[in-house]
């Protein structure tokens, strides 16, 4: 199985951005650990960060015909994009939305989430842990 995994707008500062947040581990360490996970269950991954809606929808689109499904961290485009909706639910692939932190214990403007629409499931508040933990859950449905 290939799984593609994205993740959106200002997560390319993970490990300075606010840390009491979202911890200090860099998007570089998250990318390790997603390398790890995906070698023990032997997977594929291909792991992205883009800051542009635009180019995350393009990278959605790409991925039918290349991933078997996607893990799409979007940070605050979850909370705002119906064209990120729209763009997973027009590849048909089985999509794990994902975030450090729980969304739910956080600001109201926060509690809504229109990839939650359109998503096999949803893993937040686990910080990078969630991220294997994604990978596991996507395989297992997958195989
Ligand atoms: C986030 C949560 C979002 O609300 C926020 O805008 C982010 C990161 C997370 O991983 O916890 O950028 O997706």
Partial sequence: TSILIL???NLNLLGTRQPEVYGHTTLDD???????????LGCRIV???SNSEGALIDMIHAARGTHDGIILN???YTHTSIALMD?????E????????SNIHAREDFRHTSYISKVAL???CGFGAQGYPLAIRALHDHLV
Avoid: R
Avoid at 30 to 38: E, F, G, H, P, Y
Avoid at 93 to 100: D, G, R, S
């Fill in 30 to 40: 998250i990318k390790a650990l997603c390398t790890q996970a995906a070698k023990d």
């Fill in 87 to 91: 763009a997973l639910a027009s590849v």
């Fill in 74 to 76: 979007a940070g605050a």
């Fill in 7 to 9: 993740n959106g707008p």
């Fill in 93 to 100: 692939l089985p999509a794990i939305e994902l975030h450090l």
């Fill in 47 to 49: 792991f992205e960060q």
């Fill in 121 to 123: 499931g949803v893993i």
